[in-house]
């Protein structure tokens, strides 16, 4: 099989085999979280679960990442708390709101959306593959995370990486010079480290992106409930 054929390959049949074991895997997760079920609350409410939800939400999308002063998570390891709301944001942006990434989701969903410039986008996934670098070498070095790192940890970024440096190196393959590969061979290098990412995310816990807006949801409305800030 030549590169065409295996780029065809890794587009095609591969790349809908590793989304299904994703959805099915996923869907299994999530079925498994929602049959937990949510105990009645029977402590009388001093305030609202709606308010306390939106300020949860609010907070998290909008200033924890990145206002140090709000936590003081900053303090204690400004690395983990700075580049991962790098990470994060850089993430997301990169696979919604990027042109190529869009057309993507619009062959797959048949709608399309607005998205943000390339000179935008671009500036944000460098700034991901810094940030990632830097949670990597956080890892090393301090000793809590390095004691807390095993073998899935260092998988999960290396499994988040791949992709990340190989579709920046498909932006720049001329430019930089610095990617061996001819670019139909970086190509097949990005879909594949995709194809593994999606068939890998359900068993492990690169899926919290999910959970995280259920335990988000439910914290917030449990602060809101009690008057408190979540």
Known sequence: MGATGMLA????????????????????????????????????????????VAVSYAKAFGILPFVPWVKHTFSRNPTTYMAGGMFHLG??????????????WKSLLGVGWPTLPLPIVDWLAAATI????????????NPVLKLLSGPAEWLNLLVVFLPMVTGYGLTHHR?????????????IGHMMSVNIMLAWIPFSRISHFMFYFFSRTF???????RAVSP
Do not use: C
């Open 175 to 187: 430019l930089l010079g610095i990617f061996p590969l001819p670019y139909e061979g970086l190509y």
């Open 130 to 141: 810094v940030a990632m670098i830097a949670l990597f070498v956080n890892r090393l070095v």
């Open 91 to 104: 993430l997301f942006v990169v696979i919604f709101l990027g042109t190529a990434h869009m057309l993507v």
């Open 219 to 225: 914290h917030g409305a449990q602060a809101g409930k």
């Open 9 to 52: 390959f890794a587009r095609g049949p591969l790349f809908y085999a590793a989304l299904l074991v994703f959805i099915a895997g996923m869907a299994y997760r999530l079925v498994s979280v929602v049959l937990l079920g949510w105990k009645r609350d029977r402590v009388p409410s001093k305030g609202s679960k709606l308010s306390g």
